[in-house]
Structure formats: C-alpha cells, structure tokens
C-alpha cells in the first residue's frame, strides 16, 4: 500500500462522516488518515469518536474570533501544525471563508445531503420532500466560496418514495454518504483527480461505470 496521506476532518455534530472515514482507514479502504479532528461546537458527538480511535482532537471557539477570517486563520494554523494533506468538511456548520479555501484550494472536501445544484443549505432532505423529487442524493464535492459551491467529485442517486419523511430520506442518503466519501478521499490519494473549471476529471480504471447509471424511479416493471 502507497504511503498515508493525512486528512484534517472539520465537524459540529454527530460525526457518522467522519467515522466513516476512519473505518476506511481502519480497514485498510483508504490510503489516508485522520490525524486532527477539529470541532466549532465543544460538545460535539464526533469528538468523542476521534478520542476513542485515538485521534487529537480540537475546539475552536468560535465566540472568541470576532470575524469568520480570524477563525478560518486559526483553524488553517492548526491543520499546518498537523501536515494536513487533505481537509474534509464532515457536517461542519460554518460558511468557510477564502482565509481557509486559499491555502487549502482544490484540497477542502465538502459532503452535502442533495443532488447539488439542487438544495443547497441546511435541512437539504427536507426541502427535497417538498419540493416532490423523485430522486435526491448526495455530492461530494471541492469546496470554493459560497454556499455548498464548487467542483463536483462524485455523487450518488437516492430515490424518495411517496411516503418518505426528512428523517427517512435522511437515513437512505446517510447510508451512501458513508460510501461516496471514502471514495472521493481515495480517489484523491491515489491522484486520479483533476479539477478542470467546474469539472472534475476522475482518471484510471474502474472510475466510471456509466453502463449502470440509468436511473428511473418510479418504475413500471411491465411493457
Ligand atoms: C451529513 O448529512 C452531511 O451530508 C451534512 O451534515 C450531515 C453531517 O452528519 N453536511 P454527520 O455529522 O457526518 O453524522
């Protein structure tokens, strides 16, 4: 196996994105580790998961920063100290700004629960429910300025049912953000990805399956 790269994963919440990623590590999926896990919330649920895998973890304060800048600053210094080669934004609640995009451009990732362009923003399952599509999703994605903005890596195609409620169509997508994510950081560590303007070319074998990308819901199983 090539040699780890070192992942800097930014989270306020759960963390199941983030445990995902370790357990790539873990496993042996992945050819990257999670050496710093940073957290804008002191009490975040993921913190707990990167202390029991033994992974230093770190609050940043927001109330302490009087502007976004000063905070992306300070987060940018920490993942420097860490040799961070790839930043993974893994339900972190803040709008980053250039201060923590520049130095890290075309090496910040962002998960985001929707087909993006489609549902940017918070409560992305639920606004997916009501506006009635058949399929939602999720993206993974490099992150430029702006609201869940930037290059698309990799995405997966999730289909609603009538009945679907946000908490059910949130937990059908959760289960392939735990899938794409890994993925899009392996792709990364193997450099097989090349940002060309909004495009990302993902280059080697087994990168495409275009074959089995028809997706029809729902179906009329009849001629
Ligand atoms: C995920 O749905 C992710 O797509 C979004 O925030 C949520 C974070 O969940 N950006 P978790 O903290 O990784 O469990």
């Known amino acids: 196996m090539s040699k780890k790269i070192k992942l800097g994963v930014l989270i306020s919440g759960r963390g199941s994105n983030l445990q995902s990623i370790i357990d790539a590590s873990k496993a042996g ?3 990257a580790e999670v050496v710093v896990v940073i957290s804008d919330k002191k009490d975040a649920q993921g913190l707990e998961s990167a202390r029991v895998n033994n992974i230093d973890t770190i609050f940043i304060n927001p109330k302490e920063y009087k502007k976004r800048e000063e905070y992306d600053r300070k987060v940018v210094e920490e993942l420097k100290k860490y040799k961070v080669a790839l930043v993974l934004l893994a ?3 803040r709008i980053v700004t250039s201060a923590l995009i520049e130095p890290f451009r075309d090496r910040i990732m962002n998960i985001h629960p929707a087909l993006l362009p489609s549902f940017p923003g918070i ?3 639920r606004q997916a429910i ?5 399929f939602s999703g999720c993206t993974v994605h490099f992150v430029e300025e702006g609201m869940d903005e930037g290059p698309i890596i990799i995405q997966a195609v999730v289909p609603v049912s009538d009945n679907d409620t946000a908490e059910s169509l949130s937990k059908r997508i959760l289960k392939y953000e735990h899938k794409i994510y890994p993925m899009a950081v392996q792709f990364f560590a193997e450099g097989r990805l090349k940002v060309e303007g909004r495009r990302v070319a993902v280059s080697g074998d087994g990168a495409y399956h275009l074959g089995e990308g028809i997706l029809i819901n729902p179906y009329l199983n009849r001629r």
């Open 123 to 125: 409560n992305a399952q």
């Open 91 to 93: 339900g972190f609640m």
């Open 29 to 31: 999926n992945i050819d």
């Open 130 to 134: 009501e506006y009635g599509v058949k």
